[in-house]
């Protein structure tokens, strides 16, 4: 073990599984073997201990594993194993042996029978299990979560040639659907139902109006009323209650006191009858007309609706009438009409959801100190869930412990609970060991907990466990929140497992599990980086097939990387199908994939393929030919970009400046110079070309190193009264530069004054690095210079040349030159760069003084920056400083160029 306990340290954040938007936070420690420690374990443990010292009597009969001692739960993490494996004991006397038999030969799958039912006819026949209405209930309620098999020994008990469905068995059934909110397959059942009226053995009517009552659509089931009324049927007692009580539910007031009045009539009117009436009248707000309701009914103890009084419980609790509520508890408890037992179930239930948890919880201690008072498991379960909601686990663990010395038989909520509580008090390695043995006790962990776990896993840097985990969680039929499998894709995306991830994307999307949109983008993008693309492509099919619309970031990561990939036909594809969907590609994306197709071999037919495919979307759109135009420029296919241009005109579309503009770039930058001349022609003919087309045409003559032709075109903008614009100049001053033709240069700076162009500092700067080489431009500049009508900014221009040329001296301080070159143009980093460099041929001091002010004015130092401190040092034979400086240049990252590395 590490010397440092708390080298690996975490904070995990936990949302209480079964509770709404409540977490917990704990530090954890993580020894070598995976025990998770805490110092907020042990108080909650001691309860345990205790437990388990002075009750070891009762314990044994509970437990099969010895008393857990005290010095075990001092130290929890020294052996979960037995922690575990007594409340894995507990867990085991839930279990009904005959009716796990039966659903486990309802899972059966096998491949070799003729069909998987002949395998559960011959499985559950020999049980030699006899059926009645009460053992085919017990059975739907032993596992009524677990919805397919229920629905299978349903089907099953009804070919049994001694067995008639019932209409308890049937409402049973139809609960469970309703449970699991599964109204559409209850609809289905009821439309076979109807379908198939000859085979059955059971009241038809009936089950038709319980069927969709119980599914809330009371109109039908009046309407199927009202026929059997016309035809002389009439409903049983079960099928008038389920009908009142859903028109009840659904706020019918009307229609539930014409239905209670034939309930009335026909004599059924009982405890479930006031049950309901009750209810209505809370729903309604009516409460003291339910308090007199009951009153009138507590000397009649055979119809007295125990249930109903607790509806009235929670009308109270929730309206804050706390108070109240108790003094009705102690008079119909002395009336005689109701059991201690429920009555303080009732209370607590109600206490619980309105919020008092404390009320409650004291509540029930003094009721069992005092009246050796004993919920059920439900009222347990209840209080529980709302104290881990509140993080309350002391007292958690109290009740938790009552219930095992109690023997209460635990259920599904109640495990649950349990591993809730061992992952609040930070006891990691007890919740593992128990959710691995889940089918040994028939445990289905609730989803937030199986979340943490994964959570857990992932955090502790266990990918490969918690990706095994989920892949067999998957398997039987349960998947993780989105949250929980964005976070265990993104853990393996990081660590490069790309081939697990997808497995689990596609093994979730084949069974319509759809991933949050994060997740799954993250993926996409992953493998479009590792040249995956094809991959990433399945994906998105198979969410596509899935109706799930990838969003607009998805289309676009794929689009690129078919586009990187060199496949611009399905990038092509994928760019009309992002448009289908309702989105707007940006012009970058719609430039990249029409760009990428004119880079294919003899890419004519694709090119025209997709032009013609986007106009039947988009319609004939000057936006969209203006697209393929600078598509095509861009892949220098000039004659490309020409077809489209000559399309516009064959359907009669009068191409705008933009589209000219287009054209004319892209014959610009595909080299077709006379063709560009020509296209500039034609659009003076056709009217007075814009300032963006000259401008336009002269940047793109000098990019093409066309000098004279650009001057050419500027004096023809000029001539038509258009003001070059300042890229005009600086391209044009960089190429005069380029091609050493200084007098061009400095004409251009001298018209560039004269029509109110200012200095740039991209063209001061480009005087400042040429002057520094020679002295050519100053020599330009004298031959050049008219002192009779020189500027004063052309003067001070003159003398930063001179200063820079080496004509004047220049070893005064940094500020001064610093200040004469700001008062001629803006600085930027390349300026002070250009003054550095000139201070450290004299003045290598001032040059490091000006380093420091440059950088007190935010200015990033670069690479040119270091490497002309360093380069100035050195031969200036200051080595030892230049060392440190080239240590400190390295260590940002920059490497000192040829010329320095001569000195190094």
């Not at 064959?650 to 930058?669: H, T, W």
């Amino acid at each position: 073990m590490s010397k440092n306990p708390f080298k690996n340290h975490y904070h995990i954040h936990y949302v209480c599984p079964f509770i709404f938007n409540s977490s917990f936070s704990y530090h954890i420690m993580r020894t070598p073997t995976r025990k998770y420690i805490t110092n907020k374990t042990t108080p909650f443990v001691s309860s345990l201990c205790f437990f388990y010292n002075s009750n070891s009597s009762s314990s044994k009969q509970i437990l099969t594993n010895p008393p857990v001692s005290k010095s075990l739960f001092e130290n929890p993490s020294s052996d979960s194993k037995e922690i575990a494996g007594s409340f894995r004991d507990w867990f085991r006397t839930s279990k009904n042996q005959t009716f796990e038999r039966i659903f486990k030969i309802l899972s059966i799958r096998s491949d070799d029978a003729a069909s998987p039912k002949d395998d559960n006819d011959w499985g559950l026949g020999q049980l030699d299990i006899k059926l009645t209405e009460s053992f085919v209930l017990e059975v739907l309620n032993y596992k009524k979560h677990d919805v397919l098999n229920c629905l299978r020994f349903f089907d099953w008990c009804g070919r049994q040639p001694y067995f008639n469905h019932t209409n308890a068995t049937c409402l049973a059934l139809f609960k469970i659907l309703g449970r699991s909110k599964l109204q559409s397959l209850m609809l289905d059942l009821l439309d076979n139902f109807k379908k198939q009226r000859n085979m059955h053995r059971i009241r038809f009517n009936d089950m038709l109006v319980i069927g969709y009552a119980l599914t809330r659509k009371v109109d039908i089931a009046l309407k199927v009323f009202g026929k059997m009324r016309f035809h002389g049927l009439d409903l049983d007692n079960v099928g008038y209650h389920i009908l009142l009580n859903s028109l009840v539910e659904e706020g019918c007031y009307d229609a539930s006191n014409v239905v209670l009045e034939q309930i009335r009539r026909r004599g059924y009117e009982d405890k479930f009858t006031h049950g309901i009436m009750i209810k209505s009248l809370c729903k309604q707000g009516h409460f003291e007309d339910a308090e007199e309701y009951l009153r009138g009914l507590s000397s009649r103890i055979d119809v007295f609706p125990h249930y109903a009084f607790g509806i009235l419980m929670d009308a109270l609790c929730n309206n804050g009438r706390f108070s109240h509520g108790t003094m009705l508890i102690h008079e119909f408890e002395e009336m005689g009409v109701l059991p201690m037992q429920e009555a303080c179930g009732f209370w607590i239930k109600s206490l619980v959801l309105a919020g008092k948890s404390e009320t409650a919880y004291e509540f029930l201690k003094d009721k069992k100190s005092v009246e050796g008072y004993i919920p059920d498991v439900f009222r347990y379960n209840i209080l529980i869930l709302r104290l881990l909601k509140e993080n309350r686990l002391k007292e958690v663990c109290d009740l938790l412990l009552d219930m095992k010395e109690s023997q209460i038989v635990p259920d599904k909520v109640t495990m649950n609970a349990v591993l809730c509580f061992f992952c609040k008090a930070g006891m990691m390695d007890v919740v593992v060991d128990l959710y691995e043995d889940k089918a040994e006790f028939g445990l289905t962990p609730h989803g937030l907990v199986f979340n943490f776990v994964m959570n857990t896993l992932c955090g502790d840097g266990s990918i490969d466990e918690a990706y095994e985990m989920l892949k067999n969680s998957m398997k039987e039929g349960y998947f993780p929140g989105k949250r929980t499998f964005s976070i265990l894709a993104d853990a393996l995306c990081r660590e490069g497992k790309l081939d697990k991830v997808k497995d689990i994307i596609m093994f979730a999307l084949k069974r319509k599990f759809i991933p949050a949109t994060s997740a799954y983008e993250k993926f996409i993008r992953a493998l479009c980086r590792s040249e995956r693309v094809q991959d990433g492509y399945l994906i998105h099919e198979e969410l596509n097939r899935l109706n799930n619309t990838p969003s607009e970031s998805t289309y676009s990561y794929l689009i690129c990387g078919f586009n990187r990939a060199r496949r611009d036909d399905l990038a092509a594809r994928l760019l009309i199908e992002m448009q289908e969907k309702g989105y707007k590609p940006s012009d970058k994306l719609f430039k990249y994939v029409v760009h990428g197709i004119c880079e294919m071999d003899n890419p004519e037919k694709t090119f025209l393929h997709l032009l013609e495919l986007q106009c039947s979307v988009k319609g004939y759109d000057q936006r969209i030919f203006g697209y393929f135009i600078c598509g095509a420029g861009l892949a220098h296919r000039a004659d490309l970009g020409r077809g489209v241009y000559d399309m516009m005109l064959r359907i009669g579309i009068v191409p705008n400046v933009i589209s000219d503009l287009l054209m004319l770039r892209c014959y610009l930058i595909s080299g077709k110079i006379a063709d560009a001349v020509n296209f500039f022609d034609d659009i003076k003919r056709r009217g007075m070309p814009g300032k963006k087309v000259y401008n336009n045409m002269v940047i793109g003559l000098c990019k093409a190193k066309k000098l004279d032709f650009a001057l050419a075109v500027l004096e023809q903008a000029k001539d038509d009264g258009i003001v070059p614009s300042l890229c005009c100049y600086e391209e044009l001053i960089k190429l005069c530069f380029s091609g050493t033709k200084y007098d061009e240069a400095v004409l251009l700076i001298k018209e560039m004054e004269k029509i109110g162009r200012s200095i740039s500092s991209f063209v001061g700067n480009t005087l400042l690095l040429n002057s520094l080489h020679n002295d050519n431009l100053h020599k330009a500049w004298l031959r050049l210079r008219d002192p009779s009508n020189e500027t004063p900014s052309s003067a001070m221009l003159g003398q930063v040349i001179a200063v820079f040329s080496g004509h004047i001296n220049s070893d005064g301080k940094a500020e001064d030159l610093e200040e004469l070159v700001q008062k001629c143009f803006p600085l930027d980093r390349y300026s002070y760069n250009m003054i550095m460099r000139k201070l450290s041929i004299n003045n290598i001091d001032e040059a490091c003084r000006l380093f420091k002010c440059m950088c007190q004015k935010g200015y990033q130092p670069n690479r040119w920056t270091y490497d002309i401190i360093v380069h100035g040092l050195y031969k200036h034979g200051r080595t030892n400083e230049a060392k440190l400086w080239a240590d400190e240049m390295l260590r940002r990252g920059y490497v000192p160029t040829e010329c320095t590395q001569v000195y190094i």
